[in-house]
C-alpha cells in the first residue's frame, strides 16, 4: 500500500510529523513554525510600492517589510502547503472542485457570490484575530503549544470553542446530515 495514495492518512502520523518539522525549524532556523506574518509582509510589500513613504512611517509594516527578503521561507512555507494540499488530494483522489459546499448550500443555498464573500469575510477575521493574536492557529497552536506557551494554549481554547459554537449557530444539529 502507497501511503502517498490513501485518502486520508493517520492522524497520529501526521501530528508526529508536524512535531518533528517544527523541531527542525527551531533547530536550523531559530523560528517557530507559523504562517500569518505571510499576509502582513505581502500587503506591506505591495503598498511599499504604491505608497513606500506610509510603509516607513507605520512601524508595524516597516519592521515586516523594510530590510526583510521579498520572499522569505514563511512565504515558502506556505507556497509549500497550498502545493502540498493540491498534491495530496491529487495522489489520493480525493481531488474535486466544490463551489458551493452540500452542507452550505442546504443552509445558506446555492449562491456562489454569498459562498464566496463569506469565505473571504471569514479568512479575513482570521487573519485579523491572527494578527491581534501576535499568532496564526499553527504559530499559536502547533509552535506555541509545543513550547507549553499559557497565550498559546488560552488560544488554541478560544479558537477551538468558537469555532465548535459558530458551527452549530450557523448549521445546527441537523446539519451532520448534510455533510
Given at each position: ?96 472542485v466544490e463551489k458551493v459546499p452540500n452542507l452550505w448550500q442546504w443552509r445558506f ?64 444539529k441537523e446539519g451532520r446530515n448534510h455533510v
Amino acid at each position: 500500500m502507497n501511503i502517498l495514495r490513501t485518502p486520508r492518512w493517520s492522524p497520529y502520523v501526521v501530528g508526529a510529523g508536524i512535531g518533528v518539522l517544527s523541531w527542525i525549524t527551531f533547530a536550523f532556523m531559530g523560528k517557530a513554525l507559523g504562517t500569518s506574518t505571510t499576509m502582513v509582509r505581502l500587503v506591506g510589500l505591495i503598498e511599499s510600492i504604491v505608497a513606500p513613504g506610509h510603509v516607513a512611517a507605520n512601524p508595524y509594516l516597516a519592521r515586516r517589510v523594510i530590510d526583510q527578503p521579498a520572499v522569505d521561507w514563511q512565504a515558502m512555507l506556505v507556497l509549500g502547503l497550498l502545493l502540498g494540499a493540491l498534491l495530496s488530494a491529487r495522489l489520493g483522489g480525493s481531488y474535486k472542485v466544490e463551489k458551493v459546499p452540500n452542507l452550505w448550500q442546504w443552509r445558506f443555498g446555492p449562491s456562489k457570490p454569498l459562498r464566496y464573500g463569506a469565505a473571504f469575510l471569514g479568512g479575513a477575521l482570521v487573519l485579523l484575530g491572527a494578527r491581534m493574536a501576535d499568532g496564526c492557529t499553527s504559530g499559536h497552536g502547533i509552535s506555541g503549544g509545543l513550547q507549553l506557551s499559557v497565550s498559546s494554549w488560552i488560544f488554541f481554547a478560544a479558537f477551538f470553542t468558537t469555532g465548535i459554537v459558530t458551527a452549530m449557530l450557523l448549521f445546527g444539529k441537523e446539519g451532520r446530515n448534510h455533510v
